[in-house]
């Protein structure tokens, strides 16, 4: 970021033999990082043209499906617009920040240019995921007709296109910008000019996640209040105007939008884990630093294999063959981290075997947090079983379960966490025990980030998983509208009901590296400051505590309190804004499609068409207007917070006692007088405080919509009265309720914790 050591004070200068700091054979390990994306693209190529040269169906078919694909198309255009001209003038805004201190000035160039790519990477691997999941629906809708075998490795083959290319693009983007910047020449300080790469990404993600997440759960809760609850009629029936609209915002909320959120989460890692490595540089040389690359291209390399390996039978529920595919993913990617540790982590004194431990901890954890998503999300369960139960009862106690289960939902994944977190600290302290020179603290750290980044080894076949669930359940909805026979609905059913389970789990697993990454960066933000500060003194010729520390942060002092507040307030508060968005832009949605019957009667007796467009332009509109509020808050709390608080009195922190003249003081001080923290300070209160609530918020969003969706679709297999009974009436309801959780509000958060992170990480020189 601004050329400073992340780490260097926990890292003490260490001599260095040749052996260690000879970059020659990290040069081979960023090019063969490089060539793998390359194929990975060149792969995920030739799997988009495979899927677009299969049938596509009847006419009546592609009908259907030319309206979805042009409605996600033209809304996708109008969002990145909008995305593009904000993203822009946030480059301007980070340029001159930068240019403005004589410290920061030589990396505004370099971080505005990270910045921006991150930003196009972002929006492509977005645009490609749906771009192949519009094209993918109907061919998979085709293939039904013929076997479930053929329809299950059309939908997720295509869905493979959008985990290649968002894992290629992360992998390229940052290896790329890594060797543009000169980072085989001055390994330790080029990683920290990449940041800008995780911000930009972020920000992309936010809109894109925010925006088609607004969009999706607006038409899917109009279309069902008026179609299944008003008018009696079936889910994805033709003769409800909004049918079209909610088909459209499945791609362009979990496809496009989800894609972007991954996309984000393997950049931030990246950059990340690579500053890690740059601290740890006296111990691994320039493979420490390239290390995450190369267990990305790993990554693409074992999903390759799971995808291809997925087959199921006729009478085979679809998840058992999407399961063998990621255990096929996980084994390899097991086999080949191991490979990189023994191979890329090793050195003199360095016990490769406990860093390797740190990955498989990052692996169970994955697994853990799709068991539990799982646990909660599906209807065999207790949990599900609780809310339809309730449900005979009426929406109220439907929704009161609802949320009881939701409420719930966090428990497990923050022991999960919290054992990861402390196992991999620990695993990494031992891995690096016999390292003279380093603090635990670093090892520790590294550790982690170790972790993070096995977890995050199966991320393209997971999203692969999450594209096959609008992939599929478009499909479904085109056999539906264009009046197919019977036996092959029940094959998109059963692919559907799969896609429902697998957006569920990358949810959960979304959010579970959200977390272990937000703590990373979290770490990274107190270390800049620490350098920060450091630097700072050292020019004005002022006073530095010997070992002091910037770890140390103080709930006792006011603006860390406040800071705190607001940041616990902000994910609150950005989900009630996003939340209010659907409801807004659904009651639009109603009205339409209560219009619409009203002006033409023969919609419902099937003699006439619905004006799908009408009903697709009106929600484009009102969730792209809607996005806006949401998103600008989210950048620009942080950053208002840091500049306020840094302009105030220094009276506000406890450390700003007077002192004696001579006295030797506890805290960095120049002229005698304690440095003004307050607003650094402040910010770490809003990131540690935010990233909690944020986690604990998006769980309960995520998995509390999975199970009232889950709920519902259980009743409409036939149990307690099936469709059109009082219960399924209570669990439209409550289903309608859950929809924006966790399609709109729970995803965004997922970025919302992550764009904090890297926006006051890029920042940081601003706020001391």
């Not at 790329?176 to 920000?203: D, I, M, N």
């Not at 860390?560 to 009630?576: D, I, N, P, Q, R």
């Not at 409409?716 to 966790?742: C, I, L, N, R, W």
């Amino acid at each position: 970021m601004v050329g400073v050591s992340f780490l260097a004070m926990a890292v003490q200068q260490v001599p260095l033999t040749p052996a260690v700091v000879d970059g020659g054979d990290g040069r081979i390990y960023l090019w063969v990082a490089l060539g793998v994306g390359v194929l990975a693209l060149v792969a995920a190529l030739m799997l988009a043209r495979a899927v677009i040269a299969s049938d596509t169906g009847t006419p009546e078919m592609r009908a259907i499906s030319d309206a979805i694909r042009e409605g996600a198309e033209a809304f996708l255009r109008r969002q990145y617009k909008t995305i593009g001209a904000i993203a822009l003038v946030l480059a301007v805004v980070v340029f001159v920040g930068y240019r403005l201190s004589p410290r920061t000035s030589p990396y505004a160039l370099k971080t505005v240019v990270s910045f921006l790519v991150g930003a196009v990477c972002s929006g492509l691997a977005g645009f490609t995921g749906m771009y192949c999941s519009i094209r993918a629906n109907i061919r998979t809708a085709s293939a039904a007709r013929t076997s479930l075998n053929k329809a299950l490795q059309m939908a997720l083959r295509g869905g493979a296109v959008t985990g290649l290319v968002v894992v290629a693009l992360s992998l390229l983007g940052v290896g790329v910008l890594f060797l543009f910047f000169g980072g085989l020449e001055h390994p330790q300080a080029v990683p920290y000019q990449l940041v800008g790469f995780g911000f930009g990404a972020s920000l992309v993600a936010l809109f894109a996640q925010l925006g088609g997440g607004i969009y999706t759960k607006a038409a899917d809760v109009g279309a069902d209040l008026v179609g299944k609850v008003e008018a009696g009629i079936p889910e994805d029936d033709p003769r409800n105007p909004a049918v079209i609209a909610d088909l459209v915002g499945d791609n362009v909320g979990d496809c496009a939008g989800r894609g972007a959120d991954l996309f984000e989460s393997t950049a931030a890692e990246n950059v990340g884990a690579m500053i890690l490595g740059a601290a740890l540089y006296p111990v691994f040389g320039v493979k420490g630093i390239l290390f995450p690359l190369i267990v990305h291209a790993i990554n693409l390399i074992a999903s390759i294999v799971g995808v291809f390996v997925v087959k199921t039978r006729e009478d085979e529920d679809p998840m058992h063959a999407l399961n063998k595919g990621f255990y096929v993913t996980s084994a390899l990617a097991l086999a080949g981290f191991a490979g990189a540790v023994y191979t890329m982590l090793n050195g003199p004194q360095v016990q490769p075997l406990w860093l390797l431990g740190c990955g498989v901890i990052g692996l169970v954890t994955a697994f853990l947090f799709v068991w539990i998503t799982e646990y909660y999300t599906e209807a065999i369960y207790r949990p599900v079983k609780s809310i339809v139960e309730a449900s005979v009862t009426g929406p109220a106690t439907n929704i009161i379960s609802g949320l009881a289960v939701g409420m719930e939902t966090p428990a497990m994944p923050v022991v999960v966490i919290s054992a990861a977190l402390l196992l991999s600290y620990y695993f990494g302290v031992q891995g690096l025990a016999g390292v003279a020179g380093i603090s635990d603290y670093a090892k520790g750290i590294y550790g982690t980030a170790i972790a993070t980044m096995g977890m995050l080894s199966c991320a393209a076949y997971i999203l692969a998983m999450d594209t096959f669930g609008p992939i599929t359940d478009n499909a479904g909805g085109i056999i539906e509208m264009s009046h197919q026979p019977h036996e092959i609905r029940e094959r998109t059913d059963k692919l559907d009901s799969a896609g429902n389970t697998t957006k569920a789990l990358t949810k959960g697993y979304a959010i579970g590296s959200a977390s272990l990454a937000a703590f990373l960066l979290f770490s990274a933000y107190l270390e800049e400051i620490k350098t920060i500060v450091t630097d700072k003194v050292a020019l004005a010729g002022g006073y530095m505590p010997v070992g002091w520390s910037f770890t140390n942060i103080n709930l006792a002092q006011v603006p860390v309190f406040v800071g705190a507040l607001l940041g616990a307030m902000l994910t609150y508060l950005f989900s009630s804004l996003a939340i209010k968005a659907v409801g807004r832009t659904a009651q639009m949605v109603v009205k339409d499609v209560r219009d619409q019957f009203k002006e033409n009667p023969g919609i419902m007796l099937g003699t006439s068409k619905p004006n799908y467009a009408r009903c697709v332009n009106i929600v484009t509109g009102a969730a792209l207007k809607e996005m806006v509020v949401p998103g600008l808050l989210a950048v620009g709390l942080p950053v208002a917070v840091g500049l306020i608080f840094r302009h105030l009195s220094s009276s506000y922190q406890a450390s700003s006692a007077l002192y004696a003249p001579g006295a030797i003081l506890p805290v960095p001080a120049i002229g005698g007088v304690p440095v003004n923290l307050a607003g650094a300070e402040a910010v770490a209160g809003l990131l540690m405080v935010g990233t909690i609530s944020g986690v604990l918020l998006a769980m309960l969003m995520n998995n509390g919509g999975g199970a009232w969706d889950n709920a519902k679709k259980f009743i409409e297999t036939g149990q307690y009265g099936g469709k059109k009974s009082e219960a399924h009436k209570a669990a439209v309801v409550g289903d309608t309720v859950g929809d924006p959780f966790k399609d709109t509000a729970g995803p965004s958060l997922h970025v919302l914790i992550k764009l904090l992170a890297t926006i006051t990480l890029v920042l940081a020189p601003l706020f001391v």
